[in-house]
C-alpha cells in the first residue's frame, strides 16, 4: 500500500519531512478493521507527533489520527462491521495513522459514516467530536441536573474542537448559556454559527468582558488553547466550586494553589487514554461517534470542514501542516484519500 511517512523533521517549513513510499498492507486480527481510507483531516496533534520525531528514523513513521474510509475486511472477532460498510474514526496514537492508502483500526473505536455527507466532510467530525463530547459530558458532567440553567466559557471557539464543543454545550447538554472566545471577524461569526450566545475577543480582559454580560465568574471553563497564558485569569473567573477542562499539554509548572481557595475541579481531557490503556470504557468512543452520526444526519449537529488540501500527498501534507500550525485555522481541514 502507498504511505506519506516522516523520518525527520528537517526544517519549520517542512520541507523534506514527508516522503512517500510503499509498505505491505497488514490483514486484520482480532478485532481489528482493515479500512481503505477515502479522506482525513488534519488536526494539531498531527503537528505536535510531527515536530517530536528527532533525528533519523530507519521506518518511516505514519501521521494522522481523523479519517473516513470503508471497510475492506475484519478480524475473526469483529462483531459490529463488514466489509462494505462506511465508517468514521481517530484511532489510536500508538499505531499507525492515516496518511496511508489503508488502516488497521480496532472496531471498538469505530462508528459508522453520516449518511448525506460527503467523505471529506465527515472525516473532520471524529477526533474533535470524541475531545469535545468528552471534556463536556465525562469531565465536566454537563449532561447532569447540576449544570442547568449555568453558563459555560469555551476559550478558543473557531477551533475544530471548540466548534464541536459549542455545538454540544448549546444543543446537548444542561447548559443554557455558552460563552466563547475568538479574535477576528470570520472567526466571531464562525463561533455565532456554531450556536455561542456570546463571543468574547480573548485578547483583551475577559474578566471585563464576562461583567459587562452580567457574569462575575462562571461554573464551567473549557480551554482549547494553551493553558499558561489563561491560567491566572481562570482562577480569578472559575466559580467557587467549579469545574475547569484542559486539553493542551504544557511544559511549565502551573501553580495549582490558585484554585485551592474555591475548590476547584481541574480536569483533563485526553482522546487517545482510552485506546492507550485499553481502558474499560473503549468502546464508549464507538457508542459516542454512532450518535454523532445520529445527530449530524438528524440536522441537530453540523460538521466543521472549512477548507479542502487536496488529494493526500507528501506536499499536500506539508501544506497543510503549515495551515494548522498557522494558528489561524476555522474548523476543520480535509484532504482526500491517496490516488492508487
Known sequence: MKIIGVRENLSTSHKNCFIESKTKT???????????????SINP????????????????????????????????????????????????????GCYAEFQLVDEQLVGPKPKGLTAEEAASLPLTSLAAWESLF???????????????????GSGGLGSMAIQFAKRLSQCNTVITTASRDTSRDWC???????????????????????????????????NLPYWEIMSDIISPEGSICLVASTKAKLDLDLFMKKSVQINWE???????????????????????????????????????????????????????????????????????
Open 45 to 96: 496533534v498531527d503537528c505536535k507527533q510531527r515536530q517530536m520525531i528527532e533525528g533519523y528514523l530507519e521506518e518511516p513513521r505514519i501521521l494522522g489520527w481523523d479519517a473516513c474510509g470503508e471497510v475492506i475486511s475484519v478480524g475473526k472477532d469483529v462483531e459490529n462491521f463488514e466489509p462494505g460498510d462506511r465508517v468514521i474514526y481517530a484511532g489510536d496514537i500508538t499505531r499507525l
Open 270 to 340: 485526553l482522546m487517545f487514554t482510552r485506546s492507550i490503556f485499553s481502558t474499560p470504557t473503549m468502546s464508549k468512543q464507538g457508542n459516542i461517534l454512532r450518535r454523532i452520526s445520529e445527530l449530524v444526519e438528524s440536522g441537530i449537529i453540523r460538521h466543521t470542514q472549512t477548507s479542502r488540501g487536496g488529494t493526500i500527498s507528501a506536499t499536500t501534507l506539508a501544506k497543510a501542516h503549515q495551515t494548522v500550525e498557522s494558528g489561524r485555522m476555522i474548523g476543520k481541514l480535509t484532504l482526500t484519500g491517496i490516488n492508487t
Open 138 to 156: 465525562d469531565r465536566l458532567s454537563l449532561d447532569q441536573d447540576k449544570a442547568k440553567g449555568q453558563a459555560i466559557l469555551i476559550i478558543g
Open 192 to 226: 455565532f454559527k456554531m450556536g455561542a450566545d456570546h463571543v468574547l475577543d480573548h485578547s483583551k480582559d475577559l474578566k471585563e468582558q464576562l461583567a459587562a454580560l452580567g457574569y462575575a465568574t462562571v461554573p464551567y471553563i473549557l480551554n482549547c488553547n494553551n
Open 26 to 40: 497488514a490483514s486484520p486480527e482480532g478485532r481489528d478493521l482493515l479500512i481503505r481510507i477515502d479522506a482525513i
